[in-house]
T-cell receptor
């Protein structure tokens, strides 16, 4: 049974055209994360929500925004995608923000910018 | 920012051979997690190690956490094609809440 679901799995957008990626979870976890992973690189944390509390990483570009309308859903909005934003975007969840907490990842959305 | 360095970056072996992947840092971690990521999929947690010197076994996979909790290794015995994937280590820093720091991964290819 899918626990962290990401839609779409593949997204093609044009340079500068806003795009929204979706993540939903059936785990009822408090924390939801968005990571960016480029080829042959480590996943890079963009931001996370602890319940309704939004936490942005210092080096996340302003071009990236997020919304969490309820516990189950979280969205990643890229306002004006550039060629450098082409990557795999991973959503993850965890129960809390405790040490040794397991993060459960979705399958990812691969974004292509033309 | 604590950096986790994984080596080697790429490893290609024949079925039945053994392999070891390393994850090193100059920083201390309260725990370290190993994930496997298959093409087009998200990372899947394999194991979490939390105690310095700890050894955990998962079938043919053996995970070890360094005594000083700065490094870890993953050893696969008698590798199979199903072991092919990107192996990521992720550290839980000792001085902050559970924000994982990921290594860049080791791509393992096991050919029949």
């Amino acid at each position: 049974d899918a626990m962290v679901i990401q839609n779409p799995r593949y997204q093609v957008t044009q340079f500068g055209k806003p795009v929204t990626l979706s993540c939903s979870q059936t785990l009822n976890h408090n924390v939801m994360y968005w990571y960016q992973q480029k080829s042959s690189q480590a996943p890079k944390l963009l931001f996370h929500y602890y319940d309704k509390d939004f936490n942005n990483e210092a080096d996340t570009p302003d071009n990236f925004q997020s919304r969490r309308p309820n516990t189950s859903f979280c969205f990643l909005d890229i306002r004006s995608p550039g060629l450098g934003d082409a990557a795999m975007y991973l959503c993850a969840t965890s129960t809390t923000r405790q040490y040794q907490e397991t993060q459960y990842f979705g399958p990812g959305t691969r974004l292509l910018v033309l | 920012t604590q950096l986790l360095e994984q080596s080697p970056q790429f490893l290609s072996i024949q079925e039945g051979e053994n392999l070891t992947v390393y994850c090193n840092s100059s920083s201390v971690f309260s725990s370290l997690q190993w994930y496997r990521q298959e093409p087009g999929e998200g990372p899947v947690l394999l194991v979490t190690v939390v105690t310095g010197g700890e050894v955990k076994k998962l079938k043919r996979l053996t995970f070890q956490f360094g005594d000083a909790r700065k490094d870890s290794s993953l050893h696969i015995t008698a590798a199979q094609p199903g072991d092919t994937g990107l192996y990521l280590c992720a550290g839980d820093p000792a001085d902050s809440w559970g924000k994982l720091q990921f290594g860049a991964g080791t791509q393992v290819v096991v050919t029949p």
